[in-house]
């Protein structure tokens, strides 16, 4: 089983997409990037792209193939493990300009942008949603690709309309796996590694895409291919946990200078999550800029929880 760090605007850097890869993950993507954006030398666009080295996949969205086409070279230079057309983000300000998820309205340019990336010598994958309440026309954007060239699909069981609302369908994906010949990628609602072989073992896909399920949980992967292999699941140790955190900060910080601990925010209280007496903790830290007393603060909550797994001065009583 192939495990994917999904993309996620806003989530997927530099930083997070070397810890998962660390923690198990055999494909990591980068944030959506802008044609438009790169075409027009936008900073912020360049930005998102990865170094050569890393070989990340470089996940595109627009809707001009002259803008496709003449973006090639500056994506070729990065050399990513594959390129992947972005047919599936929901977010209305992204649908309202003819990206992301629009696309599906729209099977024959799906299949067009697929051309001209496969014709420049690009693996070419497209990432999608079932498709619109009024039209689930999966099946004909998954041909579409496929006529195009692309090698891999993979699809969110939501409709546009739901964004990441309601109960996740997999079906379309089995389907897709059933009827095409093309590798499938299943996503939505992986939230641990027991979803993750719920999900491969009723579609038989090729490849898990994991997203909100590793934000704060990037050991995620590791415990996927645990179970995939019949191991028995590690237990993530509070002082696992901690190291963890603390090298996610501290990368963070060393890619985007002291704006890290501000991106850090969401992850943050990702891995405070559900720990016993974290709310105050919580509270307290994503209240600070300053990182010296943030890693107070972390480094104190922490000592108190190992010291009681390990049987300390509390006797394990959290």
């Known amino acids: 089983m192939i495990t994917v760090l999904s993309p996620m605007a806003g989530v997927n850097d530099k930083t997070f997409r070397n810890l998962c890869l660390s923690m198990g993950a055999d494909v990591v993507y980068t944030e959506m990037i ?3 954006g790169l075409v027009n030398g936008n900073r912020k666009s360049f930005e998102m792209l ?3 080295k890393e070989n990340a996949v470089i996940q ?7 803008y496709f086409a003449r973006v090639v070279d500056v994506v070729q230079d990065r050399h990513p493990k594959w390129v ?3 047919a599936g983000c929901p977010v209305p300000k992204v649908v309202k300009n003819g990206y992301g998820a629009a696309l599906m309205k729209s099977p024959m340019l799906v299949r067009k942008l697929v051309e001209v990336l496969v014709s420049r010598g690009f693996l070419v994958s497209v990432k999608m949603r079932i498709g619109w309440k009024e039209e689930r026309n999966f099946m004909e954007v998954a041909r579409a690709a496929l006529d195009g060239g692309a090698f891999l699909v993979s699809i969110h069981g939501r409709t546009v309309e739901q964004g ?3 109960k996740v369908d997999w079906e379309p994906a089995r389907m897709l796996k059933k009827e095409l010949a093309i590798k499938v990628g299943v996503s939505g609602d992986i939230f641990s590694a027991f979803d993750a072989m719920k ?3 009723f579609t038989s896909a090729d490849m898990v895409f994991v997203a909100r399920g590793a934000i704060g949980n990037p050991w995620i992967f590791r415990q996927i291919k645990e179970m995939s292999f019949g191991q028995k699941l590690k237990n993530i140790s509070f002082k696992e946990r901690h190291d963890i955190l603390r090298r996610h900060l501290l990368n963070s910080i060393e890619e985007h200078g002291i704006h890290g601990i501000m991106i850090f925010r969401k992850f943050l209280a990702a891995y405070l999550k559900g720990l016993p007496g974290s709310h105050a903790v919580k509270v307290k830290a994503l209240q600070t800029s300053n990182l010296k007393l943030l890693m107070e603060i972390v480094n104190a909550y922490f000592d108190k929880l190992i010291s009681c797994e390990q049987g300390g001065v509390e006797r394990g009583n959290t």
């Open 34 to 36: 802008s044609v438009n």
């Open 50 to 52: 990865p170094n050569p």
């Open 60 to 66: 595109l969205f627009g809707n001009d193939p002259k």
């Open 84 to 86: 992947d057309l972005n």
């Open 164 to 166: 990441y609302t309601g």
């Open 199 to 201: 999900a491969i073992n």
